[in-house]
């Protein structure tokens, strides 16, 4: 396992963290802990409970609704956030294509996490514009 000072270099290359100083980036690296996911294992699924924010240091992971293959997450993706965020279980499954190396923040701690770090809330709400925008032409 990545020490806190390794896990706030990786996170200092990630647009989510992007605003932050190394004060911070050292204040959140110490939030999450580090969890590692073999290739093909399911990390959330879908219409059970979320159990927390991931954010992807190494490996892919695909997202998978109904069984359809929605997306692929990579390095600096994050995922887990709209489950905990709604009180609702998951609307997908995410499943490791690959070795996945994560940090994860529980879900209880998210909102508290969010309040404390505004700019990665402003982050996190411009990627999920992005990705509303991107469902929307689908379905076009």
Not at 64 to 74: E, F, N, P, S, Y
Not at 115 to 129: D, G, H, N, T
């Amino acid at each position: 396992m990545a020490t806190r000072e390794e896990i706030a270099d990786i996170l200092a290359g990630f647009a989510l963290f992007g605003d932050l100083q190394t004060p911070q980036l050292l204040g959140v690296a110490g939030l999450f802990d580090e969890v590692v996911f073999p290739q093909g294992e399911r990390i959330l699924r879908q219409g059970l409970t979320g159990s927390g924010f991931y954010v992807i240091l190494e490996g892919s992971a695909d997202v998978i609704v109904d069984g359809t293959q929605r997306a692929t997450l990579h390095r600096g993706d994050f995922f887990g956030e709209v489950s905990i965020l709604l009180g609702e279980p998951p609307t997908a499954d995410v499943a490791a294509t690959s070795p996945l190396r994560c940090i994860v923040i529980a879900g209880p701690a998210v909102e508290a996490f969010l309040v404390a770090y505004p700019r990665i809330m402003f982050r996190m709400l411009q990627a999920q514009a992005r990705r509303l925008r991107n469902a929307n032409r689908w379905r076009s």
